[in-house]
């Protein structure tokens, strides 16, 4: 089974090339690799130049959105593969994480959310030294009671199927700001099936500058774009509703708007609000237990 792995990139020249040699190392070797650049730069196009050789190499130039869904969703389109990966251009594959995840999905055929642990490194230091990414969550299947309250899915790590991608709608291009078009696109995956977290660490997410931008946010600011992203969730994208928006899947549904209700009270009405979403969300899981 081919696998379309999918690089959005824009003025990471520095960086990308190592991160095209973690593609080329992988022990599975039936995929294509999209690079599609988020508008077209001289310093790109030398990166790349020595991996064109190999022609599963593409890449795909185009205009300059200046957000990463745009070039992923260009990518998405143009290729016609069973299963996709995501890849940031900064980060890297270990030889087995491709190999590990197509046997998986085949053998799973009710996922369609795959991702698995990292180890986290901030560039200094041996990358054997970095420490693991996750370390206190709970790993295998996912319950979408869990994926609403917090994104655990690193989008590198992340392997999931055309067809998927196809219900649910591809990567939103209307988040403002632009952050957490990976999150909102999983809980409209999740919605659909199975979501799988491997525990073994198969990529190197390298820890840069635009890591920590959300970091850096007040509170109020971070509180705004959670809620944005389960609005975006619960409404779908322009050419594909929301799987959320089918009756069959209610409850998914009604977590979306318990969160996105919570998020949009702001941290000024914590303390008043936490007390009544705790009491909805637990009306809203106890009948699915």
Known sequence: ????????????????????????SQTYTDWLCWIAEDGESRETKEAIKPFL???RFIHLPGRHAGYPSAPRNRAIGQGTAQFVAFLDDDDLWLPEKLARQVEFLERNTACVLLGTNAFRWEGIGPKEDAPVYHQKISFGLIPYEKLVQEN?????????RREHIIKAGAFSESLAPPVGEDYELWLRLGALGEA???????????????????KKMDRAAKYQIRAGIYSAALQGTPDTPSPLADPAKKHYADLC??????????PHFLDRFRKTVSEKLKSIVAPAQ
């Open 1 to 24: 089974m081919t696998v379309d792995i999918i690089i959005p990139t824009y003025n990471r020249a520095a960086l990308l090339a190592e991160t095209l040699k973690s593609i080329q």
């Open 53 to 55: 050789a190999d022609n």
């Open 152 to 160: 655990i899915f690193i989008i590198s790590s992340v392997m999931t």
């Open 196 to 214: 799988w977290m491997l525990a073994d660490p198969l990529l190197i997410y390298r820890e840069t500058a635009s890591t920590y931008y959300v």
């Open 257 to 266: 708007r318990a969160q996105r209700d919570f998020y949009h009270a702001g």
